[in-house]
């Protein structure tokens, strides 16, 4: 049997229950059916039944589809006549559900349309894809995040409810005025009114107090990592849960795209909540109404309701991929325009300055083209829309000609209806523009929970963290490949070398020979696959991170500043502010004193955006005094911050010191030359040493000497 013939026969069922209870009230002579507990405890008793039912004699294939469908049927009436009940005025006793066959019409066949809408268009035919299972995934994964909020979202979402259910009651009140319903009100009308007002006025003043309360402590509590924001709470706008998601991705060390991603996931969610909410309750409760004055015009409006959801899901899975493209296409223009402006220079440099911009022109023009796709897809969209609308309206006037031809509707009523069908429209229109926006925003949602997943790939971090660092370093057989090249070409291969206290270590070696991979290996940029690093005997990621990096400092050729003073930069990350003393001491040693306090404001001068007013030599005397004020034991010097000075301070320390040489001039006063090439240690010793082996490091300074004369 068909899942349609099995839907037919729970709607008979149904029905038959709902006569039997009604022959069964005509029996006991009873003239209610107990009022709203009646309802429920009937629509359950239902539910048993025509589950038990289904169960026993459904084939497993559409078993779970026709309990979801009996659950619908059953359950509807209750939940219709509950929000009836708190709907109408205290005033009005609530005379429990209607007992009208057209009621039980309506309920079949409001459950069937809903069911097949779901069942067919949302739910892909009731067999829940694995798209649909990551998408519900993903939403319910992104209300985690509103977790510490529940409790001042639940309230504030309640009275959000109870606001719109007062500013409803009130706006019927006025409307039962105005003579536009049936049934004339049997309360005095200015009471009702100004009470509807007053709870209306409590519920926005406590709704509005506590979005206050929220600013409030937010600037009041000592974690002031939400702090900006927080001027728009409750998450309008997503900010809490845009800031949120931002400060995780961060942890990932992530920062491109992580603006233009982040925010659209935080609007949509949060915004979306807000008017889905709204939408939701005022639809309720207009349905009440429009049922009272009509049950056939309501149900032509309600059919709209799933044709726009068919017609939305269509234009979701349109624009979709559209969307996902703008946006890659936005967070690329970003990054273009932001590596152009970094490095201004080299494009002057090189004149490229119209080849940036042609190509920046191109990123838009693309950027252009999918607006103008996007665009198209919209206008058609909004084009079948508004006949589906148009249609439905048509045949409303149709349906409620020949009901007020023959005396079921009054022109009164239909003028009220109508009044309520429009709005009503709206909010149906604008849940499903909220469903759409959600479902489009999936792609984003999951790339930016993909960044918040990324976890760095360190060991878990150790507690050692002794007073005294000899500074001995040993690599073991290291073999390392970068994570985005292929495995058979590994940047290094089976290398081993010792770095000793008090002495210079100098890695040399062609280009490509893996020198600046053994110091990110070293730093715990990255962890080896195979071997290992061992500072003082102990493997690295034993250390307790923090310790490590301050014993262990890297001083690079162009080291990273920040927009702010030379002071802010130098105390960059240094737990207490540096004694100014010390600062000066460690600065004349390095001789960068000198150009500092010619400097306008001395310590305190402003270096521009990334250090933009300072020279590469500046930087990098800012980014040596940085390191040195950390007093590490090791040192790992990119050859141009080498200087004698430089060395000669750290020295003075019996501080390790490893100097990479891209090039060979200065490696002759290393204490050990450790010479790579294609990852590998080649030779090892000091300049004489290899000078007289005549090997790799003999033959690269011959041609570089004869290069250079
Ligand atoms: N981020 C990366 N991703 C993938 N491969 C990389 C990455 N960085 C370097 N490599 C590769 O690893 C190998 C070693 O590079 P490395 O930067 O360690 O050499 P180097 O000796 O420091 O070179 P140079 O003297 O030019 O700086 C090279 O083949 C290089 O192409």
């Known amino acids: 049997m068909g899942v349609i013939a099995w839907a037919l026969g729970i709607v008979l069922l149904d029905a038959f229950l709902c006569l039997a209870q009604l022959a069964g009230l005509l029996l006991w002579e009873c003239s209610s059916c107990g009022g709203l507990a009646g309802a429920w405890a009937f629509g359950l008793s239902k ?39 708190l709907t109408s005025p205290s005033s009005e006793q609530h005379a429990g559900p209607s007992l009208d066959p057209s009621m039980l019409l309506l309920g079949a066949a409001s459950s069937s349309l809903a069911c097949l809408t779901w069942e067919k268009w949302l739910s892909q035919g009731g067999q829940m894809k694995k798209d649909d299972l990551d998408t519900r995934r993903l939403l319910t994964r992104v209300l985690t995040y509103f977790k510490p909020d529940t409790i001042l979202l639940i309230a504030a979402f309640g009275f959000l409810i109870m606001g719109v259910i007062c500013m409803y009651n009130s706006s019927l009140y006025t409307a039962k005025q105005n003579g536009c319903t049936l049934k004339p009100t049997q309360i005095n009308p200015v009471i009702s009114m100004t009470r509807l007002m007053f709870q209306q006025m409590c519920f926005g003043a406590v709704y509005h107090f ?43 060390r992530l920062s491109s795209r992580l603006h233009s991603d982040v ?74 325009a932001s590596q152009v402006i970094g490095g201004i220079r080299t494009v002057r440099s090189f004149n490229a300055e119209k080849d940036e911009l042609r190509r920046y022109h191109e990123a838009l023009k693309e950027l252009c083209a999918i607006s103008r796709r996007s665009s198209i897809y919209s206008a058609v969209y909004l084009l079948i829309r508004r006949l589906v609308s148009l249609c439905i309206k048509i045949f ?32 149906l229109r604008e849940i499903m523009y909220c469903y759409g926006e959600t479902m489009s925003t999936v792609g984003v949602i999951s790339k930016v929970l993909s960044y918040v997943d990324r976890t760095p790939k360190s060991t878990v971090e150790g507690n050692l963290a002794p007073q005294n660092l000899d500074g001995k370093i040993v690599f073991q057989n290291v073999n390392f490949s970068y994570p ?5 070409k590994p940047a290094l291969k089976s290398v ?53 990096h301050q014993k262990v400092a890297l001083v ?57 007013k300072l020279s590469e030599g500046q930087k990098q005397s800012l980014a040596i005094i940085r390191a040195l004020l950390r ?79």
């Open 47 to 85: 539910w048993v039944f025509l589950h038990v039912f289904i169960s026993a004699l459904t084939d497993e294939k559409h078993r779970a589809l026709l309990q979801r469908f009996a659950a619908l049927l059953c359950l509807i009436s209750p939940v219709f006549e509950t929000g009836r009940s």
């Open 210 to 252: 506590l979005k206050c309360q929220q600013l409030w402590l937010a600037y009041t509590q000592s974690d002031s990592s939400f702090r900006p924001y927080l001027h728009n709470t409750l998450g309008e706008n997503g900010k809490i849960l845009i800031s949120r998601l931002l400060n995780m991705c961060f942890h990932s």
């Open 484 to 488: 985005s090249a292929p495995s058979d």
């Open 631 to 709: 007093e590490p034991q090791v040192i790992i010097l990119d050859e141009a911050t080498s200087k004698l000075d430089v060395l000669n301070e750290v020295l003075a320390r019996g501080r390790s010191v490893l100097i990479v040489a891209h090039q060979l001039s200065i490696v002759e006063k290393a204490d050990h030359i450790v010479f790579m090439e294609d990852g590998s240690v080649r030779e090892e010793g000091t300049h004489q040493e290899l000078m007289n082996k005549k090997g790799r490091y003999f033959r690269l300074k011959e041609e570089l000497f004869s290069e250079s004369s």
């Open 556 to 612: 690079s050729q162009n080291p990273v500043l920040f927009s702010g003073s030379l002071k802010y930069n130098i105390e960059y990350g240094l737990e207490k502010p540096a004694v100014e003393e010390r600062m000066k001491e460690v600065a004349k040693k390095i001789n960068a004193h000198r150009f500092i306090s010619e400097m306008a404001n001395g310590y305190d001068t402003d270096i521009g955006e990334c250090g933009g």
């Open 396 to 427: 409303m006037l149709i349906q409620a000609r020949s009901l007020i031809s023959s005396g079921q509707l009054t022109i009164g009523s239909l003028v009220s209806f109508f009044l309520y069908q429009k709005p009503m429209s709206v909010n």
């Open 263 to 336: 925010d659209r996931m935080g609007r949509t969610v949060a915004l979306n909540a807000n008017a889905v909410v709204r939408s939701t309750v005022k639809t309720v409760l207009m349905l009440r109404v429009m049922l009272g004055l009509s049950w056939e015009l309501t149900l032509l409006t309600c059919i709209e309701m799933p044709l726009l959801a068919i017609l939305q899901n269509k234009y979701t899975n349109l624009s979709k991929d559209l969307k996902d493209q703008t946006q890659e296409c936005h967070a690329q223009n970003k990054d273009l």
């Open 496 to 548: 081993s070398f010792e770095i000793h206290p008090g002495k210079i270590t100098a890695l040399v070696g062609p280009s490509g020979g893996g020198k600046s991979s053994c110091v990110s290996l070293l730093k715990r940029l990255y962890e080896p696959q195979e071997g290992q690093i061992l500072l003082d005997g102990q493997p690295l990621h034993r250390y307790e991170r923090k310790y490590f």
